[in-house]
């Protein structure tokens, strides 16, 4: 299916960290520099506390509030959950699960990603609180299409269509101490990462993309997608892939004010961190899940 049939706009909206416990997630999240909002609950077991970032960005740290709704969930064809689930089952409960992209018509998405051959199963209508800062809440309702690939069962993306936006005000939220205005890029990772990149264009809706020495770039419309090949990940990041050839999200660069104020930020809270070619490289931790990168916006 061509690119052109897709709706044109193809944001990066979210990521998705599966963590073992929220009060960990926060813990460590607090001390990176970041305001973490009050924990949210969802109405199939799983449960968030979200660090809003102000280009309209976020990371959604997941854990399991009800381990028995979250699998009766799945059982009856809900995909976030079977998602998760599937996710902590081959590599436990921290890591970097899921890349969301926002959307204005999610049904549209489904159809095309039906049609491409990369339907990740069923959609999915729900709707759960939201509290700001203040303590105010409201509610949110949002309507989710997935799409995936049997080869990569670690790593999926979906489309978020925001059904209901909450009336609250998340300014404070997004004044993060470290000085992170907004997510740049995302980082995946395959031995073969060619082999992915039909999959990756048709979730983003891309209709381009730069091929060069095991690194591709694909930008989408408020960032920028690069899948590496093992060489290039241990020249970025000196790490090695795992032995399986499946594709993996690893890394979320921030754009950051200062990189050297977001630097003292994390020498004096002894995170310890790797500086490469000016960028600041957070390995991760419990409550992390993905390889954090600070650069300058």
């Not at 060619?194 to 983003?204: E, G």
Request: charged residues 25%; glycine residues 8%; proline residues 4%.
């Amino acid at each position: 299916m061509s690119a052109s049939k897709f709706p044109p706009s193809r944001t990066v909206d979210h990521c998705v960290l599966p963590v073992a416990d929220l009060g960990a997630a926060r813990e460590r999240l607090t001390s990176l520099g970041f305001v973490v909002a009050p924990d949210g609950t969802h109405p199939f077991g799983t449960a968030n506390c979200c660090v809003y970032l102000a280009d309209g960005t976020f990371l959604e740290p997941l854990a399991q509030a009800d381990d028995r709704a979250e699998r009766e969930a799945a059982r009856q064809g809900n995909m976030f959950t079977a998602r998760d689930l599937a996710y902590r089952y081959r590599q436990g409960d921290e890591g970097f699960s899921a890349l969301v992209f926002g959307t204005e018509d999610a049904a549209a998405d489904h159809a095309g990603f039906v049609e491409a051959g990369f339907s990740g199963g069923s959609m999915l209508d729900f709707s759960r609180g939201f509290t700001d800062a203040s303590g105010k809440t409201d509610k949110a309702s949002f309507r989710l299409a997935f799409v995936g690939d049997w080869r990569a069962p670690d790593c999926f993306f979906f489309t978020c269509q925001r059904v209901r936006v909450p009336e609250v005000d998340r300014s404070v939220l997004q004044m993060h101490r470290n000085g992170a205005i907004r997510i740049k890029g995302i980082v995946l990772a395959a031995h073969r990462a060619h082999d992915f990149i039909d999959f990756v264009r048709v979730a983003t809706n891309a209709t381009s993309t730069n091929e060069n020495r095991g690194a591709t770039r694909i930008e989408v419309a408020n960032a920028v997608l690069e899948l590496l090949e093992s060489k290039a990940m241990e020249s970025r990041f000196g790490v090695s892939l795992p032995t399986d050839p499946g594709l993996r999200l690893h890394a979320i660069r921030f754009g950051v004010r200062e990189v050297t104020e977001t630097e003292a930020l994390l020498r004096n809270a002894g995170i310890a961190y790797v500086k490469r070619e000016g960028r600041l490289v957070v390995h991760p931790a419990p409550g992390q899940g993905a390889t954090f990168v600070f650069e300058a916006e």
